[in-house]
């Protein structure tokens, strides 16, 4: 049983958390300070270092959490008769998930070199690309179309799709760039016989 110190210091956390990400994904990392944080959170500057040690811990479990949510985010349809489902919730709801403007934004911090976030870009890429490719394994793909070089075309459409529209949603319609990725794929799919 979580005592009431325990339960102030997990809540103190998760609101520093969400502001960090907020921010983060606003201003970036590097133009972030505590005390952007601690205003935005109502959490006092000196708590920040005493729950995350840094800033850099900061980002990291912003990140953890966010791909730990991504992680969550995503489930596989039922068995039978594949769908287009899995392809509209993986790639699709890469728009919808809070943390994608995040993951766009601290980009460029991950591949600096030596960047503290370059292993979790990896495994927030592994695991799209590994939802995808679970999807993609369901469908009667044509033969020579080989699925983990397809997995890692449509998450990079995806995320391309995603970061164009962040920068000029007025002249970007990700819905129907979506839509045209999802008919390109359907266009690969031999038709079904009845």
């Known amino acids: 049983m979580t005592t009431r110190r325990e339960q102030t210091s997990n809540e103190s956390r998760e609101l520093i958390l ?3 990400a907020e921010l983060f994904a606003e201003k970036g990392y590097r133009q972030t300070t505590f005390h952007d944080v601690a205003a935005r959170s109502g ?3 000196g708590s920040i270092p005493w729950h995350f040690g840094g800033k850099e811990g900061l980002l990291l479990a912003v990140l953890e959490r966010s791909v730990a ?10 068995e039978g008769e594949p769908d287009f489902g899995p392809f509209d919730q993986g790639v699709g709801a890469m728009f919808a998930l809070p943390t994608t403007k995040l993951f766009v934004t601290l980009l460029v911090e991950a591949l600096e070199p030596g ?3 370059r292993d979790r870009y990896v495994e927030i ?4 690309r590994d939802h995808c490719r679970r999807w993609l394994e369901r ?3 044509p033969p020579g179309l080989p699925v983990e070089p397809l997995a890692v075309a449509l998450i990079g459409a995806g995320i391309g799709i995603h970061q164009q529209w962040l920068v ?4 970007v319609d990700a819905g129907a760039a979506l839509a045209v990725l999802r008919a390109l794929v359907a266009g690969a799919l031999p038709p079904a016989h009845d």
């Open 18 to 20: 969400n502001a960090a």
């Open 43 to 45: 959490i006092s500057r």
């Open 69 to 78: 949510r991504v992680r969550d985010g995503l489930t596989d349809a039922p």
């Open 115 to 117: 960047s503290p976030i």
């Open 125 to 128: 890429h592994d695991t799209l």
């Open 139 to 141: 469908l009667p793909l």
């Open 168 to 171: 000029a949603p007025e002249r």
